[in-house]
């Protein structure tokens, strides 16, 4: 009985240890990544003191919930690129799902949550489409993508007369008042799904897909990974990340802009590319564009606290994006 | 004295020696041969010498005095100019522009060289000199490379070397693309360019022609210099010797295990352009020999088997028929293809070892792997990995640490345990051992005949005939695209008699290919 009970007990611990084998997410510091951490905490330090006002909690709560729709685009563009593809119509994809959330409910009076749903499941269907696209007619993303950043803000224009669609209901502009444990539920949104988007990249099988098809294509192939599925996976992410960001700006704004995120794509491939993610494919990491988002965030509210024009602010960034990127590559650079 | 000397050069990548203090010297309108085997060092070295490699110790003496910095533009400024393989040029640029690519004729005049406004006249003018100037009048120099013969590329290349006023002239395989009158012309065109006091060193696995056109010969095996040749003491039994240490390369397992009677695989290849209609079964435990020289289709049945190029034929595994039309149904049915290229068809450099390891393993599917299917670092499979890469003797630092540092050898066998980790009915090797270091290959041997007994089906691919005859329970010659011979039990006959069957028209390249050296 006693052996019995040793054996049953040890099957259970087995169990739960293998349970425990396929959800880890052990944290591997990764130094690479934590090297940005470093001008981002030298910012901040200079920003708290140059500025009284930059490390107060409003203001840092300001930071990540302007920087929220960023960051869906920026985490969903580093799945694109570490499988080696680019997404360029991230930020009109946003403005079809505002468009179209904002118009189902104002003019076709489908319930909020409703609405909110299938504006998501819009910015899901024009990655999907991109993927379908790209792979079908043998496409580089680039240039799909490319057609649909200038298909997709033109239907947002045509479906909206070219006009902010307004007198949403009162409770999609509450979500950004919302708050959960201190924490405005628009920055909620992106603290979920991106770590989960990083979880799929480092620990799922679909990850693995994804960074073999960005490493090595030919090789990916004959490995058994199926390549068109994981890029058509990896364009629809995008778009789903895209859907959140114009939900998000959505009830930010409190209107539906067939307008809205007309630059955001830069600072996203700026954010993905001073994250460390190679622009070639198969190397990058979710935790670098969440500090590149941090510091392009940081840098555009220190310098609007500083008083500094917005024309000064580009010059900086890009600056920043030089800098950040020639410091990799002489950090990575190879000896033989 | 030579024009250039490399004295005692030494290079190793990860720990492992690619060059061990290597001398050779070109001199002046003389050819060199420089022999060996696939991954003997004959590249690296060239790479010095062109300064895209940087020795670990060593020197480079040119002209007779040393050379104290060294990259490839004192290299280009020192006239030396290479053939490569891949014949490197502008497809849609002409002949001329690519005569004179890099450094074009400017027009005269004030305007055009403020400008620099191409002259095109000029350089066509120029290219015409040039070609004349070795011999060659029937290049259009006006015309684009893109629909250029292998062999007029090649005279392309060697004229924009004399442009360059090259002294030393480095060819690498020159005759692996061309047809045996283009060889002809290369070869006069060569003696012309000795007579014109150029040096030229001549890469080569054709030990005829090194025969033919060398002065001298530099054999290199495992990166050490083991002879150096001069002109009479040039024969290719005497290359061959030195190439080969049969002591330490020769040592085949012994195949003692007869395949099953139940088949695992039948294959039916039909319409692949390189291959007329070819069918064959493979046994359960049998180790399937395919060899024949370049051009013969192996590679394109190594595809074809796992539908790498799209459905070219049927496949049926234990009886079931499939039509492959990608590699992902092969994993999953059980038919696996290690490739030809192990840098550019297997290994994804930036991932790490365990990762390239259990790539293939992820794609059997939740119902037949439950949620191991999804998670690639579960037990499971972390289990598999570690006993496959124990199995082939994988050797790494870090399963964390990045594939593409592996030396090749152990990427090689990374790739065997991926494909093993899948558990596969059949494994189809392609040149599994090309370019592998000796402590690979026996590994690589050993884990073949292993995994056969156990009943797997290999079908083993390969130019090496030496290593085919030694471990196959059967051979297929190919023969442009044809199944021309099926042997049972090849080491019933000598190694010779086998390599009489590769192709009996070519009795010249027979006698390199019989010494397994590599394809013709």
């Known amino acids: 009985m006693r052996l019995l009970g040793k054996y049953g007990a040890k099957q259970e611990v087995q169990k739960n240890r293998q349970i425990w084998d396929y959800l880890a997410i052990w944290v591997r510091p990764n130094w690479e990544t934590l090297r940005l951490l470093v001008p981002v905490a030298i910012l901040w330090v200079a920003l708290a003191f140059l500025s009284p006002s930059f490390l107060t909690v409003t203001n840092v709560t300001n930071i990540f919930v302007n920087a929220a729709p960023l960051a869906l685009a920026a985490a969903g563009l580093t799945v694109v690129m570490i499988a080696g593809d680019l997404d360029l119509s991230v930020g009109s994809a946003m403005a079809l799902v505002s468009t179209a959330c904002a118009l189902l409910m104002v003019q076709y009076d489908v319930f909020w949550v409703l609405a909110l749903l299938i504006g998501l499941l819009i910015g899901v269907a024009t990655g999907t489409v991109n993927g379908l696209l790209s792979t079908t007619f043998n496409i580089p993303s680039f240039i799909v993508t490319l057609a649909m950043m200038s298909t997709l803000r033109g239907i947002a224009l045509v479906l909206s007369n070219g006009q902010a669609v307004t007198g949403l209901p009162s409770s999609v502009t509450s979500i950004a ?24 990249l480092s620990r799922t099988s679909l990850g693995l897909n994804i960074y073999a098809v960005g490493g090595n294509r030919e090789a990916a192939k004959i490995a058994g990974v199926p390549i068109r599925r994981t890029r058509v996976i990896v364009l629809s992410i995008s778009g789903a990340m895209a859907g959140f960001a114009g939900i998000i700006s959505t009830a930010r704004l409190g209107v539906g802009s067939p307008i809205i995120a007309q630059d955001l794509i830069l600072d996203a491939i700026a954010a993905v590319v001073i994250g460390g993610t190679s622009l070639f494919g198969g190397v990058g990491r979710m935790s670098g564009t969440v500090l590149g988002v941090i510091l392009i965030a940081t840098i555009r509210n220190g310098l609007v606290l500083m008083n500094v024009s917005a024309f000064y602010q580009s010059v900086v960034i890009g600056l920043v994006i030089l800098a950040a990127t020639s410091l990799d590559s002489v950090g990575s650079k190879r000896d033989d | ?67 104290s910095h060294w990259s490839h533009v004192e290299a280009r400024q020192a006239g030396i100019s290479v053939i490569p393989q891949e014949l490197l040029l502008v497809p849609d640029l002409t002949v001329a522009q690519n005569i004179m690519l890099g450094e074009p004729l400017v027009r005269g005049g004030l305007a055009g060289r403020a400008v620099g406004l191409r002259d095109n006249e000029g350089s066509e003018r120029r290219a015409e000199e040039l070609l004349d100037e070795i011999g060659v009048s029937s290049i259009d120099v006006r015309g684009r490379v893109r629909g250029i013969s292998p062999s007029q590329a090649q005279i392309v290349l060697i004229a924009r070397a004399l442009r360059r006023d090259a002294r030393i002239l480095i060819l690498d395989e020159p005759t692996a693309a061309l047809a045996a009158e283009e060889r002809d012309k290369l070869f006069g065109l060569l003696r012309r360019l000795l007579g014109r006091n150029t040096a ?10 090194v025969k033919e056109l060398a002065e001298n010969v530099t054999v290199l095996r495992n990166g050490r210099v083991v002879a150096e040749l001069a002109s009479h003491e040039i024969t290719i039994p005497a290359m061959v010797q030195a190439m080969l240490d049969r002591s330490l390369d020769e040592q085949f397992p012994p195949v003692n295990h007869e395949p099953a009677e139940d088949t695992v695989l039948e294959a039916r290849v039909a319409n692949e352009p390189a291959l007329r209609e070819v069918s064959f079964s493979v046994r359960r435990g049998e180790i399937l020999g395919v060899t024949g020289l370049l051009g013969a289709g192996k590679t394109e049945l190594a595809r074809a088997l796992v539908g790498l190029d799209g459905s070219h034929g049927v496949i049926a595994t234990y009886g079931h028929p499939y039509q492959p039309t990608t590699p992902r149904q092969g994993v999953r049915k059980g038919v696996l293809l290690v490739p030809e290229e192990r840098k550019a068809q297997a290994i994804i450099p930036e991932l790490s070892v365990y990762r390239n390891g259990v790539i293939s393993s992820i794609t059997k599917g939740l119902r037949r792997m439950g949620l191991s299917a999804i998670f690639p670092d579960s037990r499971t499979i972390h289990s598999l990995f570690s006993k496959m890469v124990a199995d082939v003797g994988v050797r790494y630092a870090k399963e964390s640490q990045s594939a593409g540092r592996l030396s090749g050898g152990n990427q090689q066998k990374l790739v065997i345990a991926r494909a093993l980790a899948c558990s596969p009915r059949v494994l189809v090797l392609d040149e599994p051992t ?87």
């Open chain 1, 177 to 200: 008042t919302t708050t959960m444990f201190g924490l405005s539920a628009i920055i909620w949104i992106p603290a979920v799904v991106i770590p989960t988007l990083g979880f799929i």
């Open chain 2, 434 to 520: 090309r370019g592998v270091d000796v402590g690979s290959k026996r590994d690589i041997y050993r884990i073949i005949v292993e995994q056969a007994k156990a009943g797997l089906g290999v079908i083993l691919i390969s130019s090496d005939t030496r290593e085919v005859w030694a471990l196959s329970h059967r051979l297929l010659i190919f023969h442009h695209g044809v199944m021309a011979t099926e042997l049972d039990h090849p080491r019933n006959r000598t190694h010779d008699e086998l390599v009489i069957l590769l192709s009996p028209a070519d009795v010249d390249d027979l006698l390199v290919d019989s010494e397994g050296i590599g394809e013709i």
């Open chain 2, 200 to 209: 030229i060193l001549l890469v080569s696995h054709h030990l005829h022609e």
């Open chain 2, 1 to 67: 004295m030579g024009v250039i000397e490399a004295e005692a050069i030494s290079k190793s990548y990860s720990g492992v020696s690619v060059l061990e203090k290597v001398n050779l010297s070109l001199n002046a309108g003389a050819l060199t041969g420089l022999v060996g085997e696939n991954g003997a060092g004959k590249s690296t070295l060239v790479n010095v010498l062109t300064g895209l490699t940087r020795p670990d110790s060593g020197r480079l003496i040119l002209d007779g005095r040393p050379v």
